[in-house]
């Protein structure tokens, strides 16, 4: 453990040897906007830890994956993104789902599976929608977004349509097959799709020193022929800019690109989860020197921005939080009837 704690901070959030060239210079944003990704981020933090709190209350049941800690990439990436473009991701969609516009109240009721939750209490945390923001799902099967996330750019492109999509997976779904298949039609036609991998170093409970052979996953599809780079994670402008260049590559029709996001779960793989596969100083550790919140905010506070501005934020963050639990917990159940209902689209 010693050994792989200490490769880990020493790797985290920095570009493999000899590939420095793969980190494109920090996003420079006027302070509105940087002020926008510490809202985006906090939003997402506090959201989750509510979440938290009301599965301990038993008020969310089933699988409940937290994405603590992991908010500057999805943050990086779609604030990068312009209407019409797409988003899919795996399991741990919470942060991705709010990230696309989505109402805190919908998504904190759909945790809770009610009728008024984004996919009408029917898919729960793990199969969040939002077509309406580009959102296309959170999936459960390990790697599915890779493929899917193929199929709508292929669909974009097929229907002549200037958009670009973004397919999240994470460093455990990184071995399965059905990835590289998709990567290799990527490439050969060319589609418009960035693939991130979210690397938070463990998978469910298994750190990748472990299970992966060649652990620079953004070199995992060289032999295909599709580029990739690795980022800092924890550092929204440091995904921005990279986000920007990959997005702008893919939308000029150069083909696909492939990020490795070097990021970090504060909590388990899920609520069920209580890693004890890593220490205690580990997780201090990374919170301590690597928080993508408090990095911000004080590269905020260093370049003046007014301590009231960010308090201001975290006070109107609490009360959506606050607002969207409290809807969460009153909100009525679908009506049994509803059970048949979306079960059938037509094309």
């Known amino acids: 453990m010693a050994k792989t704690s200490a490769s880990r901070r020493k790797s985290a959030g920095k570009p493999a040897a000899g590939r420095k060239k793969t980190t494109p ?66 399991y741990r969609s919470h ?3 709010l990230a696309s516009g989505a109402d805190p109240k919908a998504v904190m009721a759909e945790l ?8 009408r209490g029917k898919g729960g ?56 298949e998709a990567f290799n039609m990527a490439v050969l036609w060319k589609l418009p799709v960035v693939y991130i991998v979210e690397n938070n170093h463990y998978a469910m409970g298994t750190s990748i020193e472990r299970a992966t052979g060649q652990q620079e996953l953004y070199r995992r599809g060289e032999g295909l022929g599709l580029y990739g780079r690795q ?21 000029a029709g150069k083909g696909p690109t492939l990020i490795e996001a070097m990021t970090y779960r504060y909590r388990g793989h899920s609520m069920s989860d209580p890693a004890k596969y890593r220490s205690r100083e580990e997780v201090q550790e990374m919170r301590k020197k690597h928080d993508p919140i408090d990095t911000l905010r004080q590269d905020l506070l ?10 201001a934020i975290d006070r109107k963050v609490k009360a959506i939080v606050e607002e969207a639990a409290d809807f969460a917990r009153n909100a009525p159940e679908p009506e049994p009837a509803s059970l048949y209902e979306d079960v059938l689209a037509e094309a």
């Not at 800019?241 to 590559?249: L, N, T």
């Not at 260093?302 to 308090?311: F, R, S, V, Y």
């Open 25 to 90: 210079a920090l996003y420079k944003g006027t302070r509105a906007e940087l002020l926008d990704f510490y809202r985006q981020m906090l939003l997402i933090r506090r959201f989750e830890e509510k979440a938290g709190q009301l599965y301990g209350l038993g008020l969310i049941g089933g699988f409940c994956h937290l994405y603590i800690g992991q908010e500057a990439v999805v943050v990086g990436f779609q604030s990068a993104l312009r209407e019409g473009d797409t988003v899919i991701t795996g």
């Open 95 to 97: 942060g991705h789902v």
């Open 112 to 119: 809770t599976g009610r009728g008024a939750g984004i996919s």
């Open 125 to 180: 945390s793990m199969h969040m929608f939002n077509p309406a923001g580009g959102f296309y799902g959170g999936h459960g099967i390990v790697g599915a977004p890779v493929p899917l996330g193929t199929g709508l750019a292929f669909a974009a492109k097929y229907r002549n349509r200037d958009a670009v999509t973004l397919a999240y997976f994470g460093d455990g779904a990184a071995n399965q097959g059905q990835v590289y």
């Open 231 to 251: 980022v800092d994670g924890m550092n929204v402008l440091a995904v921005r800019a990279a986000a920007e260049e990959a997005i702008a590559s893919v939308r």
């Open 302 to 311: 260093a370049d003046g921005c007014p301590e009231d501005d960010i308090k």
